[in-house]
C-alpha cells in the first residue's frame, strides 16, 4: 500500500510538470516551434542518459517490428507540439490547453472510421458537451471571441495527439520507455527542418532564458515522462485517468493565476464541460461485449 501511495505522489507530480508546461513556454520567450525543438532534443538526450545510468537496453527486435507505426506517432508528437506551442503563442494557455485536451473526444469520433469499431451511443452527450464547451471557451457566444488561430493550432493539435493514440493503440511487443525515445527522437526530425525553413536557422534562447529551456527539455519532459510511467505501470488504469485530468486543470489555473489571462464565466463553464465530457467518456464502463475500446485514456503511455 505503502509503494502505492509513493507511485501516486510520483504520478501527480509529472501531471503537474506536464500542466506548466505552457506558463514556462510564455516565460521562455522564444518562437514556438524553437522551444518545441528544444524541449525535443534535450528530453531524448535526457532519457538515453537515464537508461545509460540503469543499464536498460532498447529491445530492437520490437522496435523494427513495429517501425512504421513508431515513426508515424513520432511524426504525429512532433505536428502536436507545434501545433500546441503555437497555440500557447497565439492564445491564452488556458484556451490552447483546453483545446488540446480535446484529443479523447477526436479519439471517441475516429475510432470507428480508424479501427472499425462501433462507437458507443452512450458516449454521443459527451461528444456534445465537450463540442459547446469549446464553442463557450472560444469566446464566440460572449461576443469575445479568442484568437482563431490559436484555437484552430490546439484543435489541430489535439487531432495529431488522437493519430499519436492510434498508432500506440496498434503497436505490439514494444516497451513504453523504447516507445516514447524512438518518437521523442523522430518527433525532432519533424519539427527541426520545419524551424530551419521559418527561422533561417535555430533561434538561441537568451542567457536568461537558458534554464527555462533547460527545466521544459530535462524536467518538464524527460523526469515528467519517468514519472508518468512509472506510474502507469504500477497504478489502477482509472486511477490513472483521474488523475491525467490535473494536467489542464494546473494549465488553467497557472494560466490565470501567475500569467493573469483572462477566461471569463463563460469559459470556466466551457473548460468544466470539456473536462467533465472527456473524463466521463474515458472512466465509463465498456459494455461487456467488446473488448477495451482503445479511445480510453489517451494519456496512457504516450507522451505531453
Known sequence: MKKEHKERLRFILSVVLYGTVGMCMRFAALPSEA???????????????????????????????????LVLSGVA?????????????????????????????????????????????RKIPCIAAAFFGIVLVSGIIGGSVGNPVGIVSGLTGAVCFAGLVFCNCKMRDVSAMDRTTVQLAVSVVVILPYVLIKNGGIPLPTLGAWPLVLMLGVLQTGVAYVLYFGGIAALPVQTVAILGYLEPVISVLCSVIFLHEPLGWMGWIGAVMILSAAAVSELMPERTEKVREPGGDPHEDTER
Open 35 to 69: 522551444a518545441a525543438l528544444y524541449r525535443g532534443v534535450i528530453a531524448v538526450l535526457f532519457l538515453l542518459l537515464y537508461r545509460l545510468v540503469r543499464r536498460e537496453k532498447a529491445d530492437r527486435a520490437a522496435i523494427r517490428s513495429n517501425a512504421l507505426l
Open 77 to 121: 508528437l512532433g505536428l502536436n507540439w507545434i501545433c500546441l506551442f503555437a497555440a500557447y503563442e497565439k492564445t491564452t494557455v488556458a484556451i490552447a490547453s483546453l483545446c488540446d485536451y480535446m484529443a479523447p473526444i477526436f479519439v471517441i469520433i475516429l475510432t470507428p472510421f480508424v479501427l472499425k469499431q462501433k462507437l458507443d451511443g
